[in-house]
């Protein structure tokens, strides 16, 4: 969401006509970059026709010119169509070079600024801007219109920090969808500048623009704090990796961007070594969509994956929220234990067989329930998957079997006792009885089927006797029997993937292109090679482990969530981001001993940033006291702005909704941005109600979808019944007051106890 920018002690919004603005011109560049790959593909397909031509000329050389033609050709056009859509994602200013060399991309080689490019007062004008994509666009006259992402040119993009910025004055990242611009976000490398492009002042959206103001301030107190936001960031950023880098700080403080800048630079520094892929895990899916935004794909080995808590696990997907009673027994390192007995017990379901019956050399051989019972006992003795076992349990029921035929005492003759062996155990397994009986006794299980099985409470109460007491037997078991999944369930599922074990897929055949069967083609290129889309969309689906991994608010995964993480990044480096204050989790000490074990023996590196600039004083200063409360003896981070706009508090009238919604739309008037209205979570649903009707920058949140976000104006409702929503309600409650960038309001119901000027008791003095 997007911070605004700040003179001095007022916060001015960057208004919507500024973004419009921002938008249409980045719409019309890449309109103008389609134009031009529109031509290219034409004149690809032109040189095919052509090269088919040519095969009417008889000769030797000229069926080899053709098919060299036809397959450059080929290459070409399926690489332009395959790289068409959504391939444009960012763009840099720059300042004049000191040197004037081109590059073969047609961009300035220069990394540094020429001697006087930034006047004495401190302004400057932009001598080059560059687009950054997938691959590289040249116009009519080779001049770029798109730099490839791989290029020289595009480094700064990935390298530039504040503290080291180069040339660069803006970096842009570019969402677009299709061929439509979606939106736009700003980072400022110079924010002590005054940057013009084309004789107008360069517009920054985003959290550049209230970087931006914070770095034009007069004062030399304001230009002291934006130099120390800017060494702390940079110390992350550039931090190696070949460890566990530790980021902590508050509310404000920019971890979620410092992190996915990481990411960036480290890729683009390294790109071999991480070309085993980044994981990024985000807490929400809103997150996600915020982080998505801040990092784009980074090229044609889909290296980078943002993923949210809940959607790590192939083919399932977190729809439904557990209630905090349900959440701390699912996510409790209990839950191991019962897991790894419900795979077990498993087995048993679906009417398991109790007898064996078979005939070999002519005699019938039984295999009672108890003898059936002490083979399965020994066969999950093994250390290996439940599924992978059942090849031991085969032959643990074979050797039974020929024990009991008897058949073993007749050779003395090792061979002959051997072949006997053999060709009993090959009878045997070619009857249709013995195999439906293996198929029954020890059928290869799903974690989706555990998981079903274990919503049945008396089943449950057996495999977890001595783990959970019956009443959270009770609440476990009526939790799983809801349709859709929550974001524990994934973290189980995940458990018990490993605890059961899969065999391997087997790959899909790629599909031959048309184009390939030209004629002639086929002889040079007889199946179609993947395009870089294709191959990052397979890599994405076929990767299990990453070569580095970020964890983003990483104080709310639970023990199972991070054994689910861990096994990701088993021989990876991390880049762990969190705050203890915010942490939604009842227990932070098993938490953190579940992230040591993910973590191994690794060795660590810590660093704090201590600067909020996302909240001004007055708000900080607020939810400060929640902190005191959550967490005495904690520092909030140093707020370094005011707005002079005190918090509102309101009192709920004879509808909560009714107030809610009045307070909301006052605030539509006074901001130009996003409004976030964040509720107790058992009310989301009911809170998109109350706001229906008036738009979408308004938007309504559970208190535990908030974490990470932020917008320009926030409604808290009932500070009390966030609070009360678990044993860490109040951090959750101290996230809630922390994401309004300009105005805050609290909305107090009958339980939040206000006095006379609607101030609840959880925030007074």
């Known amino acids: ?31 103008r970059v389609y134009r031009r790959l529109e031509e290219k593909i034409s004149e690809a397909e032109f040189l095919m026709r052509d090269a088919a031509q040519r095969g009417h000329v008889g000769t030797p050389g000229a069926l080899a010119e053709r098919d060299a033609q036809v397959f450059r050709a080929g290459v070409h056009l399926n690489r332009l169509h395959h790289e068409y859509e959504d391939f444009l994602f960012g763009r840099i200013d720059l300042l004049l070079g000191k040197d004037g060399k081109k590059g073969p991309d047609g961009a300035y080689t220069a990394v540094e600024p020429a001697e006087g490019a930034v006047r004495p007062d401190n302004t400057a004008d932009i001598a080059e801007t560059l687009h950054i994509g997938r691959i590289g666009v040249l116009d009519e006259d080779y ?27 803006r970096r842009r990242v570019i969402r677009s969808k299709g061929r439509r611009v979606q939106s736009v976000e700003d980072d400022l490398m110079r924010p002590e500048l005054t940057a013009a492009l084309d004789g107008r002042e360069l517009a920054v959206i985003g959290d550049g623009a209230l970087m931006a103001a914070l770095g034009q ?39 979620t961007a410092v992190a996915l800048h990481r990411a960036a630079y480290l890729l683009y520094q390294d790109r071999r070594r991480y070309a085993g892929g980044i994981l990024i895990v985000s807490p929400t899916p809103l997150l996600v969509a915020y982080t998505e935004g801040v990092l784009p794909s980074l090229g044609e080995e889909g290296q980078v994956a943002i993923r949210a808590i809940g959607s790590l696990v192939d083919g399932a997907e977190a729809t439904v929220y557990d209630s905090p009673a349900v959440a701390r027994i699912k996510g409790s390192y209990r839950m191991l234990k019962v897991l790894r007995k419900a795979a077990r017990g498993a087995l048993e379901l679906n009417d398991s067989p109790r007898r064996l019956r078979v005939v070999a050399f002519g ?25 992978l076992l059942r090849p031991r349990a085969r032959k643990l029921l074979l050797d039974a079997l020929w024990e009991r035929s008897g058949a073993g005492s007749r050779h003395t003759d090792p061979e002959l006792a051997a072949e006997l062996r053999s060709s009993f155990d090959e009878d045997i397994t070619s009857e249709d009885d013995f195999t439906a009986f293996l198929g029954a006794w020890w059928p290869e299980l799903t974690p989706a089927a555990v998981l079903d099985a274990m919503a049945d409470e008396r089943r449950l109460g057996r495999w977890a006797r001595r783990i959970l007491n019956p009443g959270e037997v ?17 973290a189980m599922l995940d458990e018990l993937q490993a605890i059961l074990g899969a065999p391997a897929r087997p790959r899909k055949k790629r599909e031959i292109d048309p184009l390939d069967q030209l004629t002639g083609l086929e002889e040079l290129m007889p199946v179609r090679e993947e395009t870089q889309r294709e191959r990052a969309e397979r890599l994405a689906q076929e990767r299990v482990e990453y070569a580095h991994v970020i964890v983003d608010e990483a104080q709310d995964l639970t023990p199972m969530q991070w054994r689910m993480v861990g096994r990701r990044g088993r021989h990876a480096t991390w880049t762990i981001v969190g705050d203890p204050a915010q942490s939604s989790w009842s227990d932070p000490d ?8 993910a973590l191994g023996t690794r060795p660590r590196r810590r660093f704090e940033l201590t600067v909020n600039y996302r909240n001004p004083a007055e708000i900080a200063g607020l939810a400060a006291k929640v902190l005191a409360l959550a967490m005495p003896g904690s520092e909030s981070p140093r707020a370094v702005r005011s707005t002079g706009v005190e918090p509102r508090f309101a009192v709920a009238g004879e509808t909560l909704g009714a107030t809610v919604r009045a307070e909301a739309a006052r605030l539509l008037e006074r901001v130009d941005g996003m409004v976030g209205v964040v509720v107790a979570m058992r009310r989301r649903e009911e809170a998109r109600r109350w706001l229906d009707g008036l738009g979408d920058r308004v938007v309504a949140l559970g208190s535990l979808e908030a974490k990470g976000l932020e917008y320009d104006a926030t409604v808290v409702v009932s500070p009390a019944e966030i609070a009360d929503e678990s044993p860490a309600g109040l951090r959750v409650l101290y996230v809630a007051l922390t994401r309004a960038t300009q105005q805050l309001t609290v909305v107090s119901a009958e339980r939040d106890e206000p006095d006379a000027e609607g101030v609840p008791d959880l925030l007074r003095d």
């Open 143 to 169: 001049a770029p219109l798109v730099i490839d992402w791989r290029a020289p040119a595009a480094a700064p993009f990935y390298r530039s920090t504040p503290v080291d910025p180069g040339r660069v004055v």
């Open 474 to 490: 009770r609440k476990l078991a009526r939790a799983l029997q809801r349709d859709g999944r929550s974001v524990h369930d994934i």
């Open 217 to 255: 301030a007069r004062t030399h107190t304001m230009r002291d704090i934006v130099a120390s936001i800017q060494a702390e960031q940079d110390l992350v950023i550039r931090a190696p990796a070949a460890s566990v880098t530790y980021v902590e700080g508050g509310p404000g403080t920019g971890k």
């Open 1 to 31: 969401m997007a911070a605004q920018a700040q003179q001095e002690t007022a916060v001015v919004p960057v208004h919507d006509s500024v973004r419009d603005r921002e938008i249409r011109v980045e719409q019309e560049h890449l309109d």
């Open 590 to 597: 098993e938490a953190a001993q579940a992230r040591d074990e």
């Open 363 to 387: 005699r019938r051989l039984e295999l009672e329930a108890e003898e059936l019972a002490g083979i399965r006992r020994t066969a999950l003795g093994g250390t290996a998957p439940v599924n």
